[in-house]
T-cell receptor
Framework: GQSLEQPSEVTAVEGAIVQINCTYQ??????LSWYQQHDGGAPTFLSY????GLEETGRFSSFLSRSDSYGYLLLQELQMKDSASYFC?????????????FGKGTRLSVIA | SAVISQKPSRDICQRGTSLTIQCQVD?????MFWYRQQPGQSLTLIAT?????????ESGFVIDKFPISRPNLTFSTLTVSNMSPEDSSIYLC??????????FGAGTRLSVL
């Protein structure tokens, strides 16, 4: 079956940089997505990598290596408001780009 | 992106009753999805709802428990039937937008007493 593995929790200091890793096992891979979810909120799309390499969107960057079945989300200049859960996600086998299979999520705590 | 309105945002229901959740999109979309998310957990796909066809349910979810309607390209409903406390969860609808990304509604927080 498909699976995406990511750390359950990460703690980082305000202003620092944090990397959240995601390894996946899936066939028919279309790309890796990242979502942010604050407590009580809906998942919000952050980034998508279809090709190997780095995608940068402001303070957030995402990286993909298809050969290693690995990706990461990089958050720079951490702010307290970045405290949230972050999910990596990939398309399901046999389907198009959606719906997605989600990892279990990484809870990021930003401390002063 | 797509703007998705989901309602109700939350509800408290008695066991044995049913609740219908509505999802409205600001543009026509082919694919709509319904997820369940237990507190602190990941998202689990319930079903895929395409207009003009029966919804496709994932393993562990059945139509009698979670009937879905998809009357047009901008709207869908999910009903949670004959509820029990185990159905207490967050229910989310999502759509595949024209940019092939998946976008989510704000969710419905359901508590069953």
């Amino acid at each position: 079956g498909q699976s995406l593995e990511q750390p359950s929790e990460v703690t980082a200091v305000e202003g620092a940089i944090v990397q959240i890793n995601c390894t996946y096992q899936t066939s028919g891979f279309y790309g890796l997505s990242w979502y942010q979810q604050h407590d009580g909120g809906a998942p919000t799309f952050l980034s998508y990598n279809a090709l190997d390499g780095l995608e940068e969107t402001g303070r957030f960057s995402s990286f993909l290596s298809r050969s290693d079945s690995y990706g990461y989300l990089l958050l720079q200049e951490l702010q307290m408001k970045d405290s949230a859960s972050y999910f990596c996600a990939a398309a399901r086998e046999g389907s198009g780009n959606t719906p997605l299979v989600f990892g279990k999520g990484t809870r990021l705590s930003v401390i002063a | 992106s797509a703007v998705i309105s989901q309602k109700p945002s939350r509800d408290i229901c008695q066991r044995g009753t049913s609740l219908t959740i509505q999802c409205q999109v600001d543009s026509q979309v082919t694919m709509m999805f319904w997820y369940r998310q237990q507190p602190g957990q990941s998202l689990t796909l319930i079903a895929t709802a395409n207009q003009g066809s029966e919804a496709t349910y994932e393993s562990g979810f059945v139509i009698d428990k979670f009937p879905i309607s998809r009357p047009n390209l901008t709207f869908s409903t999910l009903t949670v039937s004959n509820m029990s406390p185990e159905d207490s969860s967050i229910y989310l609808c999502s759509v595949e937008s024209v940019d092939l990304r998946e976008y989510f509604g704000a969710g419905t927080r359901l508590s069953v007493l």
